[in-house]
């Protein structure tokens, strides 16, 4: 008798194939009954053949275009059924025991929408540092986004009850969801260990649209904290302009 998937997984994806055969390989060693979906946005590069190649391993996948990446995360999650749920982006990794990790501190905090854990940070070059992740409060959530999607696992039933992603933001809808999931429930879980990780390159939206997602993020926190604390002024010319310009640099150079 096949297992019942205990997580959805949704694997957005556009031409990331170099990348998205390694991140489809970290869900699949994790050994935990999960229901994987590739939502493909129409790729030119070798991604299809990568897909096709592990398609007996996929609940299902599809390449087309599309409406962009919150759309796909939600498409992906309700055609499955597993209680817990989480998108994967194709160029980012599960670190080995993540989903159960995660799952043992969800069954630890019952009243808890969400887990999450820590997350490396890798360069093209390989040099792994940590994302800044730490415990969950409101007033360290207003003042950055302390929690790293790559390293989530939420209740289903929490996810559908606030509706998903919103489809409309194009940077921070992560960031948007932890506050809806927390104002809706209650603080996320966190898991002291390291559960994933986010790979940073000059491709990333982050890397080159900094200037929407400092804007999106601003309006989130004025929307669910009622107010914009000072800090997010006062970082915000190194946090768009400097980091700019010094991947501007980067690229210059390569």
């Known amino acids: 008798m096949a297992v019942k998937p205990l997580v959805t997984i949704a694997v957005p994806s556009y031409n990331q194939g170099r990348f998205l055969e390694a991140a489809l390989t970290s ?26 190649r592990y398609a ?3 609940a299902g996948w599809r390449s087309h275009r599309d409406n962009g990446q919150s759309a796909a995360i939600n498409e ?8 817990y749920v989480a998108w994967l982006n194709s160029d980012d990794l599960l670190e080995p025991g993540a989903l159960r990790r ?4 969800l069954e630890q905090f019952p009243q808890a929408p969400a887990a999450y854990g820590r ?35 939420m209740r289903r039933t929490a996810w559908e009850a ?18 809806r999931l927390y104002r809706g429930f209650a603080p996320l879980a966190f898991v002291n260990e390291f559960v994933a990780t986010n790979r940073d390159h000059k491709g990333t939206k982050t890397n080159t649209q900094r200037v929407l997602h400092y804007r999106e993020a601003i309006a989130i926190v004025r929307k669910y904290h009622g ?7 006062l970082a915000q010319p190194y946090a768009v302009w400097m980091k700019a310009l010094a991947n501007w640099i980067k690229q210059a150079q390569h």
Not at 162 to 179: E, H, I, N, Q, T
Not at 227 to 233: A, G, N, Q, S
């Open 102 to 105: 995660l799952l043992c501190a």
């Open 162 to 179: 606030v509706g998903g992603l919103d489809d409309r933001l194009r940077m921070a809808m992560d960031y948007d969801l932890w506050w």
């Open 119 to 153: 997350v490396w940070n890798q360069t093209d070059e390989g040099v792994r540092t940590p994302v800044w992740v730490e415990p969950f409060s409101e007033r360290r959530l207003a003042l950055r986004c302390i929690i790293s999607q790559p390293g989530t696992l």
């Open 227 to 233: 107010r914009v604390p000072l800090k997010w002024w």
């Open 56 to 58: 007996d391993r996929l």
């Open 27 to 52: 869900i699949f060693v994790q050994n935990f009954p999960a229901e994987i979906y590739v939502n493909d946005g129409g790729s030119t590069d070798e991604s299809v053949e990568i897909i096709c």
């Open 76 to 83: 992906g999650i309700a055609r499955g059924s597993a209680p």
